[in-house]
């Protein structure tokens, strides 16, 4: 049997709740009617007494406060406040009507914008995903309205050095937002286009003065995906983003010797010389770059931890295409020492690092390329130019035979290592035939790989130490040489198919020849033997191979500069 006492109690609510209810729709049936409405402060006061009663009245309050906004600049402070209120209270169905309506505050009044976007952004950390579905919504409401002013608030959320964020957690829910829903839609946010893609780059360009490394990839990924930095840009453009990325590298700093063993620097070093090779290639300088290297990082280069010299020889491998030849002249000397270093004498007994080997070849002869004279007083040459620079009239012999006698002991230890490898592919070819597990064939198939990848290693060595024996060399200084961790461009036509009257494609420049049909090398060759054929012999490192740009601990901010 109900309780009497109870069942009054509800009945009285319910004529509260609906007492509360008819007066907020006869307040905006008033408003709506009225011509200038101005006039009805009443009416738009009782809307927020409204929003202190029932949890309907409430979200019809929530609704209504917004739409009527702009009549009441008098209580104009009060409106927001009653709004933020209705946001703050516990029943869910209030709090997702209060911030349906904050868009609305700026429809006709944009200086409030700023103001509330960042009361949106709080409520990015909202845990109900309907809340946080509609505080989205909101947000990209506002980006429509007014996208420069809603992106200029957003990442004041994000930080940047002079200004950092206060909130790491509401941080982090700006960038997702950014990440996931705004950078998807650039083509139909950024309007007027080349306004706006500038207006977000200067606001990233700020903001990743102080991010982590994922971070300043997820900026770079976007920007170079914007009009203004696509195919058609002028090499300006490219120059601006290896700017960017040149001060996220701090050139400007010199490598700390004593604190060598941070590997923080030297990686983030690394990470940004392979995001800015693909504006090299579109005419952006890697100068900047270059001369780092030489007047920092080679000079320390055997105090760099083990697992980072391979890295930093396949960046500058790679980068060394892209050279101008007064870059090539000052750092060849660098490399012309590490080459002698790492390239044994004939039967001297020396272990040779291969695929170290085969980055120095590679920078070598880019390098010399552009700056051929430069190698007369460096290995003995005698190429003519007809500059002071040749140097002819000086006795460098030395220096030609002792460089000579070290390709001779290269070549020497890469054809015995080439006929090791190619017994360990034999036996390899004989183990997987029969293997019984799956795991088992996983296994030989990555011996398979890492052998393949040696003997591309060892065949790339081989091309370059040959023409090097001459006293006026020619260098290669075209992609002929596909490096040993590189994909392998793939042919137009199937290598198995033969045109009519037509020949099968010649062996690839690299010399690799039929034992590079046999596997493509996935990464540089792992330092851990990749069968026992190979025993004895070293490839590269003491770590597993290296991708490209990963920037391994650079997690950290501060400055921008802590990446641990």
């Given at each position: 049997?109900?309780?009497?006492?109870?069942?009054?109690?509800?009945?009285?609510?319910?004529?509260?709740?609906?007492?509360?209810?008819?007066?907020?729709?006869?307040?905006?049936?008033?408003?709506?009617?009225?011509?200038?409405?101005?006039?009805?402060?009443?009416?738009?006061?009782?809307?927020?007494?409204?929003?202190?009663?029932?949890?309907?009245?409430?979200?019809?309050?929530?609704?209504?406060?917004?739409?009527?906004?702009?009549?009441?600049?008098?209580?104009?402070?009060?409106?927001?406040?009653?709004?933020?209120?209705?946001?703050?209270?516990?029943?869910?169905?209030?709090?997702?009507?209060?911030?349906?309506?904050?868009?609305?505050?700026?429809?006709?009044?944009?200086?409030?914008?700023?103001?509330?976007?960042?009361?949106?952004?709080?409520?990015?950390?909202?845990?109900?995903?309907?809340?946080?579905?509609?505080?989205?919504?909101?947000?990209m409401s506002l980006l429509r309205q007014d996208v420069k002013a809603s992106?200029?608030?957003?990442?004041?959320?994000?930080?940047?050095?002079?200004?950092?964020?206060?909130?790491?957690?509401?941080?982090?829910?700006?960038?997702?937002?950014?990440?996931?829903?705004?950078?998807?839609?650039?083509?139909?946010?950024?309007?007027?286009?080349?306004?706006?893609?500038?207006?977000?780059?200067?606001?990233?360009?700020?903001?990743?003065?102080?991010?982590?490394?994922?971070?300043?990839?997820?900026?770079?990924?976007?920007?170079?995906?914007?009009?203004?930095?696509?195919?058609?840009?002028?090499?300006?453009?490219?120059?601006?983003?290896?700017?960017?990325?040149?001060?996220?590298?701090?050139?400007?700093?010199?490598?700390?010797?004593?604190?060598?063993?941070?590997?923080?620097?030297?990686?983030?070093?690394?990470?940004?010389?392979?995001m800015a090779l693909p504006f090299f290639l579109r005419g952006a300088s890697s100068s900047r770059f270059l001369n780092y290297?030489?007047?920092?990082?080679?000079?320390?280069?055997?105090?760099?931890?083990?697992?980072?010299?391979?890295?930093?020889?396949?960046?500058?491998?790679?980068?060394?295409?892209?050279?101008?030849?007064?870059?090539?002249?000052?750092?060849?000397?660098?490399?012309?020492?590490?080459?002698?270093?790492?390239?044994?004498?004939?039967?001297?007994?020396?272990?040779?690092?291969?695929?170290?080997?085969?980055?120095?070849?590679?920078?070598?002869?880019?390098?010399?390329?552009?700056?051929?004279?430069?190698?007369?007083?460096?290995?003995?040459?005698?190429?003519?130019?007809?500059?002071?620079?040749?140097?002819?009239?000086?006795?460098?012999?030395?220096?030609?035979?002792?460089?000579?006698?070290?390709?001779?002991?290269?070549?020497?230890?890469?054809?015995?290592?080439?006929?090791?490898?190619?017994?360990?592919?034999?036996?390899?070819?004989?183990?997987?035939?029969?293997?019984?597990?799956?795991?088992?064939?996983?296994?030989?198939?990555?011996?398979?790989?890492?052998?393949?990848?040696?003997?591309?290693?060892?065949?790339?060595?081989?091309?370059?130490?040959?023409?090097?024996?001459?006293?006026?060399?020619?260098?290669?200084?075209?992609?002929?040489?596909?490096?040993?961790?590189?994909?392998?461009?793939?042919?137009?036509?199937?290598?198995?198919?033969?045109?009519?009257?037509?020949?099968?494609?010649?062996?690839?420049?690299?010399?690799?020849?039929?034992?590079?049909?046999?596997?493509?090398?996935?990464?540089?060759?792992?330092?851990?033997?990749?069968?026992?054929?190979?025993?004895?012999?070293?490839?590269?490192?003491?770590?597993?191979?290296?991708?490209?740009?990963?920037?391994?601990?650079?997690?950290?901010?501060?400055?921008?500069?802590?990446?641990?």
């Amino acid at each position: 049997m109900r309780n009497p006492a109870a069942t009054a109690t509800a009945t009285a609510t319910a004529t509260d709740d609906s007492s509360h209810i008819e007066k907020l729709y006869e307040f905006g049936e008033r408003l709506n009617e009225s011509k200038d409405k101005s006039q009805n402060v009443k009416d738009y006061q009782g809307i927020m007494d409204a929003a202190k009663t029932s949890i309907k009245a409430k979200q019809l309050a929530a609704q209504l406060i917004p739409r009527f906004f702009k009549f009441f600049p008098e209580l104009s402070s009060q409106a927001v406040e009653t709004q933020i209120d209705l946001i703050e209270q516990e029943e869910l169905g209030v709090r997702v009507q209060a911030i349906r309506g904050l868009p609305l505050f700026c429809k006709d009044t944009p200086e409030y914008l700023s103001k509330i976007v960042d009361i949106l952004v709080q409520l990015l950390a909202a845990e109900e995903i309907v809340e946080r579905d509609a505080v989205h919504k909101a947000l990209m409401s506002l980006l429509r309205q007014d996208v420069k002013a809603s992106l200029s608030a957003l990442f004041k959320h994000i930080g940047t050095v002079e200004e950092p964020s206060t909130d790491e957690l509401i941080r982090e829910k700006v960038l997702s937002f950014v990440r996931d829903k705004v950078f998807p839609l650039k083509a139909e946010l950024l309007r007027p286009q080349e306004e706006m893609e500038r207006h977000i780059t200067d606001l990233i360009k700020k903001s990743s003065e102080d991010v982590t490394g994922a971070e300043f990839r997820m900026f770079m990924d976007f920007l170079k995906k914007l009009s203004i930095f696509g195919d058609k840009a002028p090499s300006e453009r490219m120059k601006e983003l290896v700017g960017i990325i040149e001060g996220q590298a701090d050139l400007d700093s010199a490598f700390d010797v004593t604190h060598v063993s941070d590997t923080d620097h030297i990686d983030r070093l690394i990470s940004c010389l392979y995001m800015a090779l693909p504006f090299f290639l579109r005419g952006a300088s890697s100068s900047r770059f270059l001369n780092y290297l030489n007047k920092h990082i080679i000079p320390v280069f055997d105090k760099l931890p083990e697992e980072r010299k391979l890295d930093l020889l396949k960046a500058l491998a790679e980068i060394s295409p892209f050279t101008l030849p007064q870059d090539s002249r000052q750092i060849l000397p660098s490399v012309v020492q590490l080459l002698k270093k790492y390239m044994p004498r004939r039967k001297s007994g020396e272990e040779m690092n291969f695929t170290y080997v085969e980055c120095l070849l590679y920078a070598f002869h880019h390098l010399a390329h552009k700056a051929p004279n430069a190698t007369n007083s460096l290995c003995g040459y005698k190429i003519v130019t007809g500059q002071p620079s040749d140097r002819l009239g000086e006795d460098f012999s030395e220096y030609y035979t002792d460089l000579t006698e070290r390709l001779s002991g290269v070549e020497d230890l890469t054809r015995a290592t080439m006929k090791k490898l190619t017994q360990g592919m034999a036996e390899q070819n004989k183990a997987m035939a029969a293997a019984k597990s799956d795991e088992a064939k996983d296994s030989i198939k990555t011996q398979k790989q890492n052998t393949t990848t040696g003997l591309r290693t060892c065949n790339n060595i081989l091309a370059m130490t040959k023409p090097l024996h001459s006293k006026t060399p020619l260098f290669i200084g075209d992609k002929s040489i596909n490096l040993s961790w590189k994909e392998v461009a793939k042919p137009s036509v199937p290598s198995t198919a033969v045109s009519a009257g037509g020949k099968r494609p010649a062996a690839t420049a690299n010399g690799s020849g039929n034992m590079e049909k046999k596997g493509r090398g996935a990464g540089g060759m792992q330092n851990q033997l990749v069968s026992r054929a190979l025993e004895g012999i070293s490839y590269g490192g003491r770590g597993s191979p290296r991708g490209r740009g990963r920037g391994r601990g650079w997690g950290g901010r501060g400055r921008g500069r802590s990446f641990r």
